[in-house]
């Protein structure tokens, strides 16, 4: 079923391909495309595209995010950044890459936006819900940028045709994220049309996720408790370790987990998740095309590992493997695929958002916002607490459950931060996570022994849009020590 759903996409990508062809000149764009269905389905195929990328959330970035990590330590090209000292020249061009495939979905998004309006053959729903689709996309591509480069230049469908735009503040970019998802929020389909596509309370979870990482704890518990409440979505039963792989394995088309996740599979060679790579020694037979071993752990030495409580069954995601610095080395099978028929073949979905991610969202922000943890805060951790010792997620479990009387409000979040880093990881979501909480330094310092210097905590402008965009002045406009 997977691959048929799969067929389906790639012939979408097919299409937008053939659309990028013809994009100039643009007044034949206009005049042939975005005015049909099919059409309009090729063009927002386009988006993702770029987002998909080995070079963009297809390896690059959670190849990043992972080598920042607690969890992790990088190995070859990504243990510079596990030193937490910045980007070598290596990494720079790799985040480089990363910023102009953002920039190339948010410039198809803006084609979308801006031509959408115009499609003789659309109704005004149909209109409503692709440009919807778009500005969801956008604001998740902006998202994405504006925690790692903090504010940077604003390319919307109003100034798409300048090349000379300035660096924004970052809260600009969040305004600009917001007013994208308010409209995506009333406009998207209350169900999604496929797997892979976002509906109405994709747009909820992600504006619970923005607010939650700008500190508006309200919010983020209110937008949360929406998506909780509607009753739409569930965790995934897990008895066993290997019940996992109900929630991310390879031939999983979806789940009543899944809110919102990139969709990959072994369509060809080329249509896979190329990240799966990074974390498998061929060995391990964990990946049918062998694997790079570029970020590994270690039983003793890493505190966060070392103090993991064994019975957690995500605890046995990670799996021995001495990949020549000793047996205590562990390697995370999260994501594996032994049937992928390449480097870029496994078929296992990136889950940027699922209900697991909603629960945990709110019970911290609950507890934040009430200025002490509560009943419902505690049993929304619980849930995803029990699921992960192979319990009834909604079925109270005396043995395993936190009690509300053994915790305040700061331990509490401490108890939600680490709850968190044991469900997401290796889903890219740890060091943004640590960066939220404002003590990324102490705790890495804590679990490492290593200093993190102001400038590792964003990424540089690239030099490519510092020579085509004289409106950023690499002297003023550049972030701290680049």
């Known amino acids: 079923m997977k691959k048929i759903l799969f067929i389906i ?44 990328d080995p070079n963009c959330l297809g390896a690059l970035y959670p190849g990043q ?40 979905a948010i410039r198809n998004a803006n084609i979308v936006i801006q031509n959408t309006p115009d499609g003789k053959e659309l109704t005004e729903i149909q209109k409503s819900q692709y440009i919807a689709e778009a500005k969801f996309l956008r604001a998740l591509t902006y998202f994405f940028m504006v925690r790692n480069w903090s504010g940077v230049p604003l390319r919307t469908e109003a100034n798409m045709n300048d090349i ?31 797997p892979g ?26 937008k949360a408790n929406e998506v909780i409440l509607s009753g739409k979505y ?38 896979g998740w190329y990240a799966v790579m990074l974390y498998h020694h061929p060995g391990a037979k964990m990946h049918g ?18 103090n993991w409580d064994q019975n957690d069954l995500r ?21 594996s695929d032994p049937s992928a028929p390449g480097n870029y073949g496994a078929a296992n979905d990136f889950p940027l958002y699922r209900f697991a991610d909603v629960l945990l969202i709110y019970a911290e922000s609950q507890c934040r916002a009430s200025g002490a943890p509560t009943e419902d805060a505690i049993e929304k951790l619980n849930m995803v607490h029990r699921r992960a010792y192979g319990r009834d997620a909604t079925t109270p479990d005396p043995t395993v459950d936190f009690k509300l009387e ?53 990424w540089p402008i690239p030099v490519s849009e510092l020579n085509y965009n004289s409106a950023i002045n690499p002297s003023t406009d550049q972030n701290p020590g680049y």
């Open 289 to 306: 095309a062998g694997g790079f071993y570029a970020h590994y752990s270690d039983l003793i030495t890493n505190s966060v590992i070392a």
């Open 406 to 458: 053994d915790y305040d409000k700061d331990s509490f979040v401490d108890l939600c931060i680490k709850e968190r880093g044991y469900e997401t990881q290796a889903e890219g979501k740890r060091w943004p996570d640590l960066k939220r909480t404002g003590e990324v330094k102490e705790r890495i310092k804590a679990t490492t022994g290593k200093d993190v210097a102001d400038k590792h905590l964003l």
């Open 315 to 335: 605890f046995h995601l990670w799996y021995n493997w001495d990949i020549g610095l000793g047996s205590n080395t562990i390697l995370n099978k999260k994501f």
């Open 9 to 52: 996409i790639a012939n979408i990508l097919m299409l937008s391909c053939e659309k990028e062809l013809i994009e100039h000149p643009k007044s034949l764009a206009v005049e042939t495309f975005y005015n049909t269905t099919s059409e309009m389905d090729a063009a927002v195929a386009a988006i993702y595209a770029p987002l998909r």
């Open 197 to 222: 596509k976002p509906a109405k309370l994709a747009a909820t979870t992600l504006l619970a996720d923005v607010y939650f990482y700008k500190g508006d704890y309200p919010l983020a518990r209110d």
């Open 65 to 104: 995010m992972e080598a920042y990590s607690d969890f992790f330590y990088g190995r070859g090209s990504y243990a510079v950044l596990s030193t937490f000292q910045g980007l070598d020249g290596n990494n720079t061009n790799r985040v480089g890459a990363i910023w102009n495939l953002f920039y190339l």
């Open 164 to 194: 000379e735009i300035p660096r924004s503040s970052e809260e600009d970019v969040y305004q600009l994220i917001l007013e994208d998802l308010a409209f995506a929020e009333s406009n998207l389909p209350e169900t999604a049309s496929l």
């Open 234 to 271: 569930s965790l995934v039963a897990v008895e066993n370790v290997e019940d996992f792989n109900k929630i991310y394995g390879p031939d999983v088309v979806t789940s009543p987990e899944e809110i919102f996740y990139l969709k990959y599979s072994h369509l060809g060679n080329n249509e």
